[in-house]
C-alpha cells in the first residue's frame, strides 16, 4: 500500500525487496498482493522487468537481493520508494546502501520513504534491532515536528492480536511444535529473545578499529572454498559460502587479529579470480592456505590452486582432521579468554552473528572453520622457530623453493 501512494505522479518509481526470486511469488507475497489488488486496473504488468507501469508513468517494480553483489544492480536507479518485507534477511550494508538509491527531481513533491517490515530472528536480527527496535535519539526540546521526521527512526510493533482477520486461535496452535525461541519471535513478536549456540558469546570478542592493529603479526589468509553457485534459500539451507579470513598472531602475548573476512557464493570460475585479487591485495608477505578436502578431487583442487592460480604466493593446502567443534577449540579458547580481536567492518556483525549460532544445525559455519583452521594452522607453526631461524627467514626460503617447484612444472 505504501508503495502505491504516489503512482498518479508521473516521476514516481517504487521498488519492494524480498531476498530471493522465490520470496515474491510465493502464495500471499508482494507479487501476489499486486496482482489480486492491480489486475483488472489501468496498470500495466511488464513481466520482463517485474513491473506495474501506470497510465501517469508511475512504476512499481518488484526486486531481490540474493548475494551482497546484487546491490550493485541497482546503482544507477532511482526511487522515491523503497520497501523491504522481512528486513532481517538482509544484511545492514544492502539496506544502507540502497539508501542512496532515494532520489528525486527538486521541484517534486513526493516524499522519499525507505520501509522495512519484519519477524524478529534471522541474519539481520541484530542489526535491525540496533538500528530500529532499541534505537532512542536524544532530541533537544526545540526539535520541530519535520526535523523529528529525519531524526527518529519509527518501530511500530504489531502482534497477532492487532490482526482481527486471521484465525488466531488456529494460527497460536501452529506454533505448539516449535522450539521456544522461534515461538517468542515469530509469536510474540519478542526482539530480546535470540538463539545461542554454545561456543562463543558475542560480548567476549574485543572491536577494534584499523589503526589499532599491531606491527609485527604474522599474517595468514585461511580459504573455506564452496565451489556452488548460489540458490534462492531459507536461513538455514542452501549451499555454503566461501570463505577467507585474514589472521593475524601475535606471539608475545598470544593475541589474534581478525583483519578481514571475504564471503560468496560463486561458481568456481570466479571464486578463482576473487581469491587470486584478494592474494594480490594481501601482498606476498602473507601466506596462504585452503582446506583440503578428502580424496583426489581435493588434492586435484589444491594443485591446480598451486600450479595455476596463486603460483606467486606462499601457498598450501591442509587436510582437516576431527569434527568442526574440535577444530574450533583454539578458537573459542581465544575468545573467552578476551585475545581475541575483531577489526569492526561491514562484515563483522555477520561474522559475530554465525559465531553465535556455532555449532547449531543448520546454520552456515564457513567462517567459523575458516578461522579456526587459520588458527590451528599459525599455532603449529610455533614450533619452526625452535630451528634457529626467524619466521620471516623461513617464509621467505619456502617461497623459493615452491617458485623453484613451479618453474620445473612449467619447463
Same mark, same amino acid.
Given at each position: 500500500?505504501?508503495?502505491?501512494?504516489?503512482?498518479?505522479?508521473?516521476?514516481?518509481?517504487?521498488?519492494?525487496?524480498?531476498?530471493?526470486?522465490?520470496?515474491?511469488?510465493?502464495?500471499?507475497?508482494?507479487?501476489?498482493?499486486?496482482?489480486?489488488?492491480?489486475?483488472?486496473?489501468?496498470?500495466?504488468?511488464?513481466?520482463?522487468?517485474?513491473?506495474?507501469?501506470?497510465?501517469?508513468?508511475?512504476?512499481?517494480? @518488484?526486486?531481490?537481493?540474493?548475494?551482497?553483489?546484487?546491490?550493485?544492480?541497482?546503482? *544507477?536507479?532511482?526511487?522515491?520508494?523503497?520497501?523491504?518485507?522481512?528486513?532481517?534477511?538482509?544484511?545492514?550494508?544492502?539496506?544502507?546502501?540502497?539508501?542512496?538509491?532515494?532520489?528525486?527531481?527538486?521541484?517534486?513533491?513526493?516524499?522519499?520513504?525507505?520501509?522495512?517490515? *519484519?519477524?524478529?530472528?534471522?541474519? #539481520?536480527?541484530?542489526?535491525?534491532?540496533?538500528?530500529?527496535?532499541?534505537?532512542?535519539?536524544?532530541?533537544?526540546?526545540?526539535?520541530?515536528?519535520?526535523?523529528?521526521?529525519?531524526?527518529?527512526?519509527?518501530?511500530?510493533?504489531?502482534?497477532?492480536?492487532?490482526?482481527? @482477520?486471521?484465525?488466531?486461535?488456529?494460527?497460536?496452535?501452529?506454533?505448539?511444535?516449535?522450539?521456544?525461541?522461534?515461538?517468542?519471535?515469530?509469536?510474540?513478536?519478542?526482539?530480546?529473545?535470540?538463539?545461542?549456540?554454545?561456543?562463543?558469546?558475542?560480548?567476549?570478542?574485543?572491536?577494534?578499529?584499523?589503526?589499532?592493529?599491531?606491527?609485527?603479526?604474522?599474517?595468514?589468509?585461511?580459504?573455506?572454498?564452496?565451489?556452488?553457485?548460489?540458490?534462492?534459500?531459507?536461513?538455514?539451507?542452501?549451499?555454503?559460502?566461501?570463505?577467507?579470513?585474514?589472521?593475524?598472531?601475535?606471539?608475545?602475548?598470544?593475541?589474534?587479529?581478525?583483519?578481514?573476512?571475504?564471503?560468496?557464493?560463486?561458481?568456481?570460475?570466479?571464486?578463482?579470480?576473487?581469491?587470486?585479487?584478494?592474494?594480490?591485495?594481501?601482498?606476498?608477505?602473507?601466506?596462504?592456505?585452503?582446506?583440503?578436502?578428502?580424496?583426489?578431487?581435493?588434492?586435484?583442487?589444491? *594443485?591446480?590452486?598451486?600450479?595455476?592460480?596463486?603460483?606467486?604466493?606462499?601457498?598450501? #593446502?591442509?587436510?582437516?582432521?576431527?569434527?568442526?567443534?574440535?577444530?574450533?577449540?583454539?578458537?573459542?579458547?581465544?575468545? *573467552?579468554?578476551?585475545?581475541?580481536?575483531?577489526?569492526?567492518?561491514?562484515?563483522?556483525?555477520?561474522?559475530?552473528?554465525?559465531?553465535?549460532?556455532?555449532?547449531?544445525?543448520?546454520?552456515?559455519?564457513?567462517?567459523?572453520?575458516?578461522?579456526?583452521?587459520?588458527?590451528?594452522?599459525?599455532?603449529?607453526?610455533?614450533?619452526?622457530?625452535?630451528?634457529?631461524?626467524?619466521?620471516?627467514?623461513?617464509?621467505?626460503?619456502?617461497?623459493?623453493?615452491?617458485?623453484?617447484?613451479?618453474?620445473?612444472?612449467?619447463?
Amino acid at each position: 500500500m505504501g508503495a502505491l501512494q504516489y503512482v498518479d505522479q508521473p516521476d514516481y518509481a517504487a521498488l519492494l525487496l524480498r531476498r530471493s526470486y522465490a520470496d515474491l511469488t510465493l502464495p500471499g507475497s508482494l507479487m501476489q498482493r499486486a496482482e489480486e489488488w492491480l489486475a483488472g486496473t489501468d496498470a500495466r504488468w511488464i513481466d520482463k522487468e517485474k513491473t506495474w507501469a501506470f497510465p501517469s508513468g508511475a512504476r512499481v517494480s @518488484f526486486g531481490y537481493l540474493a548475494t551482497e553483489a546484487d546491490k550493485y544492480r541497482y546503482k *544507477s536507479a532511482e526511487f522515491q520508494y523503497i520497501g523491504f518485507d522481512e528486513l532481517t534477511q538482509f544484511t545492514e550494508s544492502m539496506y544502507t546502501y540502497l539508501i542512496t538509491r532515494l532520489r528525486r527531481l527538486s521541484a517534486s513533491k513526493i516524499p522519499l520513504r525507505m520501509r522495512g517490515a *519484519s519477524n524478529p530472528g534471522d541474519i #539481520g536480527h541484530e542489526w535491525v534491532r540496533r538500528r530500529f527496535v532499541d534505537y532512542k535519539p536524544a532530541l533537544a526540546p526545540e526539535t520541530t515536528p519535520a526535523e523529528r521526521l529525519r531524526i527518529v527512526r519509527p518501530f511500530v510493533p504489531a502482534k497477532l492480536d492487532d490482526n482481527p @482477520f486471521l484465525d488466531s486461535t488456529e494460527y497460536r496452535t501452529n506454533f505448539e511444535e516449535v522450539d521456544v525461541v522461534t515461538r517468542e519471535q515469530l509469536l510474540g513478536g519478542d526482539w530480546t529473545v535470540t538463539e545461542q549456540g554454545t561456543r562463543f558469546n558475542r560480548y567476549d570478542f574485543q572491536f577494534i578499529t584499523p589503526a589499532e592493529v599491531p606491527g609485527g603479526l604474522h599474517w595468514i589468509r585461511y580459504w573455506d572454498i564452496a565451489a556452488t553457485e548460489p540458490k534462492p534459500t531459507s536461513k538455514r539451507s542452501g549451499p555454503d559460502f566461501t570463505a577467507g579470513a585474514k589472521l593475524g598472531y601475535q606471539p608475545e602475548t598470544g593475541n589474534w587479529y581478525l583483519a578481514d573476512m571475504r564471503r560468496w557464493q560463486r561458481d568456481p570460475g570466479p571464486t578463482e579470480r576473487m581469491i587470486e585479487q584478494v592474494a594480490e591485495e594481501d601482498g606476498l608477505g602473507v601466506r596462504i592456505y585452503m582446506e583440503e578436502e578428502p580424496g583426489a578431487s581435493g588434492k586435484g583442487l589444491t *594443485s591446480h590452486y598451486r600450479r595455476n592460480i596463486l603460483w606467486r604466493y606462499m601457498f598450501r #593446502g591442509v587436510r582437516s582432521t576431527g569434527s568442526k567443534e574440535v577444530r574450533a577449540a583454539v578458537f573459542s579458547a581465544a575468545v *573467552s579468554n578476551h585475545r581475541f580481536f575483531v577489526v569492526y567492518s561491514p562484515w563483522t556483525e555477520a561474522f559475530i552473528r554465525e559465531c553465535e549460532m556455532f555449532p547449531n544445525p543448520g546454520w552456515h559455519d564457513d567462517q567459523v572453520d575458516a578461522v579456526s583452521g587459520g588458527m590451528q594452522k599459525v599455532k603449529g607453526r610455533r614450533r619452526i622457530q625452535a630451528v634457529g631461524r626467524t619466521v620471516q627467514e623461513i617464509e621467505a626460503a619456502e617461497h623459493h623453493a615452491q617458485l623453484r617447484r613451479t618453474m620445473r612444472v612449467i619447463a
